[in-house]
């Protein structure tokens, strides 16, 4: 079932953004999609990118207004850098997420300004919150198909993320007694064997040899498997 997420552009200028467009958003499982006022009549150039979307471009809807675009909406989230009083500023990650969440309640959108200009201050107070990509400053503005693929890939990221199964049981962990008992054997095997000479210089090097095994968080399994190849090589150690 197809989330009720829609993308709302207003006065798209560039027919290549509107079929770069078409093929992010079916790419991440999208289509809902509206034009408000758009400024392209020519969509062949949009066609040749829009490839294996053409469903998606031709089922575009066009609106003479943002009110229009977004009336039925329960959540509406503009694309811009500015920051607004009452209004939250929320990184692409948390938009995608709550995207996913409200879209149980309702239709939600995101609204992306033209390509020259982006968003009006009208347009801007309309939106419940805002959003913008944490760009470098020296080229701080992204391109419109661009941007649409970095939303519509969040909304695809947060939608998966909800609908994963459950993790499976963790195995059983070593208790540090069980893992107290690894590195007593280890250093035994390792005393026998000529590599621990002194005893304080080998505590520390035991205790250095062991940190990746203790940092790797053995399962009970494992630990015990480490124990039985340890008294085997200790076992059969050849005498001196």
């Not at 079916?26 to 294996?52: F, M």
């Not at 419109?144 to 990221?157: G, I, K, N």
């Not at 008992?181 to 250095?208: K, Y």
């Not at 053995?218 to 124990?227: G, M, S, V, Y």
């Amino acid at each position: 079932m197809m989330l009720p997420v829609r993308f709302v552009l207003m006065r798209p200028r560039n027919a290549e953004n509107l079929g770069a467009a078409a093929r992010a958003l079916k790419n991440c499982g999208l289509s809902d999609w509206v034009w408000v006022t758009p400024e392209v009549e020519d969509l062949t150039p949009a066609r040749r990118l829009a490839v294996h979307a053409e469903d998606v471009l031709d089922g575009a809807r066009r609106a003479d207004t943002l009110e229009e675009a977004i009336a039925d909406c329960v959540w509406v989230v503009g694309t811009s850098s500015r920051k607004v009083e009452g209004k939250r500023r929320l990184p692409p990650r948390s938009v995608g997420e709550e995207l996913v969440t409200r879209a149980t309640q309702g239709t939600v959108a995101l609204v992306f300004g033209d390509e020259r200009s982006g968003l009006t201050n009208a347009e801007v107070e309309r939106c419940h919150d805002l959003s913008a990509v944490p760009t470098a400053p020296e080229q701080p503005s992204i391109n419109l198909a661009q941007a649409v693929l970095l939303y519509a890939y969040e909304v695809r990221v947060a939608t998966l993320a909800e609908h994963a199964p459950p993790p499976g049981p963790l195995p059983v962990a070593a208790t540090d007694t069980e893992l107290a008992q690894v590195e007593s054997t280890l250093g035994g095997v390792l005393s026998s064997g000529g590599f621990l000479i002194d005893e304080q210089p080998g505590r520390t090097a035991l205790r250095d040899l062991f940190a990746p095994l203790r940092r790797s968080r053995l399962t009970r399994k494992e630990a015990r498997l480490w124990l039985a190849a340890l008294h085997t090589l200790r076992k059969h150690r050849p005498s001196g």
